[in-house]
C-alpha cells in the first residue's frame, strides 16, 4: 500500500515522520502550502493518505490554506483514496460552530451559543443568552480573536468601533461564559481508543488551549480575567497528565465517532456550578507534545504509527 503523507508546518510533523521511516515506512510527502492537482485526472498515485494539516488559521498563514485542504480531502474521496482524517472531519474540526452542534445532537453539556455572520447580530445574541458571553470565530484556533464581553455596553462599544473579528469566514458563535474549576482539560483519542489526557491551569490574559507550545500566539488582550475558561497552556511545563474518568472518556469517543475522525482530541472544562464536563472544542489536529515519550511513558509517533501499520 502506498501512503502519503499530506502536512502543511514542516516541523510540526517532523519527528512523527522521521518515526515512519525509522520504521521502513516510506511516504509520499505532500505540503498543502505547495500543492496544486488536476481535477481532470484521476492518476493518484497513492492508496491511503495521512491527513496532518492544521484547521486552525494562524499570523503569516495564507487563509486559503483551510479551503483548498477541504478541496483537495473532498476530490481524493470522490476518487476512492482512503484519508485519515478525511473531508468530514475535516470541515467539523475547522467549524466551531458545527462542533458545538454536534455536542448538543449527542445530549452532552456544551455553553449555550448562537450562530451569527454579522458582528451587529451579537448584540441581539448576547441579550437572548445572558452575560457574560464570549465571542469567537468560526474557524480558529490558538485562542485567536476570541473575545469576552460582560455586559451589553462593553458588547455595543465593540461593536461600534468595529473591534470584533469573526476570522476568515467572517462567522462565528456568541456563546454563554462558563465559570470553570480552573482547569482546561484534553482528552486524545487514536481509532477508538484512549491515546493520553492531559489538563493544564488556566492562564492570565491568554485564550490558546492548544497542548504544544509551538502552537503558542499573543493574543495582546490585556483587559480579560485570570479565570477565563479558553486559555493558553504557556509551555510544556504546565501540561500535567490526568487520569480521565471512565464516563468522560465513553463521551469523548462517541464524540470522535459522530466526527468519523479516526484521531483527534476533545476539550472541556469542570462547570464550576454542575460539576459536570462541559464540551467546548474538537481538533482533529492530534497534539504531539514535547518530549512525549520521557512525559507520556510512551512514543506517541510509534504508537501513531502502529496504528497506520494495522490499517493496512
Not at 455586559?151 to 465559570?179: H, M
Not at 472541556?268 to 511513558?297: A, M, Q, W
Request: some cysteine.
Amino acid at each position: 500500500m502506498k501512503i502519503a503523507f499530506l502536512y502543511e508546518h514542516p516541523t510540526w510533523s517532523e519527528k512523527l515522520i522521521d518515526c515512519f521511516h525509522n520504521n521502513d515506512i516510506n511516504l509520499q510527502l505532500i505540503n498543502i502550502d505547495e500543492l496544486t492537482f488536476d481535477t481532470d485526472s484521476f492518476d493518484i498515485d497513492f492508496d491511503l493518505l495521512i491527513n496532518r494539516v492544521n484547521v486552525m488559521p494562524y499570523e503569516k498563514r495564507d487563509s486559503a490554506i483551510v479551503f483548498h485542504t477541504l478541496h483537495f480531502l473532498n476530490w481524493l474521496e470522490l476518487s476512492g483514496v482512503r484519508i485519515i482524517n478525511g473531508a468530514r472531519t475535516h470541515y467539523i474540526g475547522s467549524s466551531k460552530v458545527v462542533q458545538n452542534g454536534i455536542f448538543s445532537m449527542l445530549n452532552l453539556d456544551t455553553p449555550r451559543a448562537i450562530a451569527i455572520y454579522k458582528n451587529k447580530d451579537a448584540l441581539k445574541a448576547a441579550e437572548k443568552i445572558g452575560f457574560p458571553v464570549i465571542i469567537k470565530p468560526n474557524i480558529g484556533g490558538s485562542g485567536s480573536n476570541i473575545a469576552r464581553f460582560n455586559s451589553s455596553v462593553e458588547l455595543k462599544l465593540a461593536i461600534d468601533q468595529k473591534i470584533i473579528n469573526l476570522g476568515v469566514d467572517r462567522s462565528g458563535l456568541v456563546q454563554k461564559y462558563i465559570y470553570s474549576d480552573g482547569y482546561v482539560y484534553r482528552v486524545e483519542i487514536l481509532g477508538d481508543e484512549l491515546f493520553y489526557s492531559v489538563k493544564q491551569k488556566i492562564v492570565e490574559n491568554k485564550f490558546n488551549y492548544c497542548a504544544t507550545e509551538g502552537c503558542n500566539i499573543d493574543t495582546r488582550n490585556t483587559e480579560q480575567e485570570e479565570e477565563f475558561d479558553f486559555c493558553v497552556f504557556e509551555s510544556s511545563h504546565q501540561i500535567e497528565l490526568h487520569d480521565v474518568p471512565q464516563e468522560i472518556l465513553q463521551q469523548v469517543i462517541k464524540i470522535i465517532k459522530k466526527t468519523r475522525a479516526d484521531f483527534g482530541g476533545i476539550e472541556y472544562i469542570i462547570n464550576r456550578e454542575t460539576g459536570k464536563p462541559c464540551y467546548f472544542d474538537f481538533n482533529p489536529y492530534s497534539n504531539f507534545v514535547s518530549h512525549g515519550e520521557t512525559f507520556l511513558g510512551f512514543s506517541p509517533e510509534q504508537r501513531f504509527v502502529d496504528f497506520i501499520k494495522n490499517l493496512c
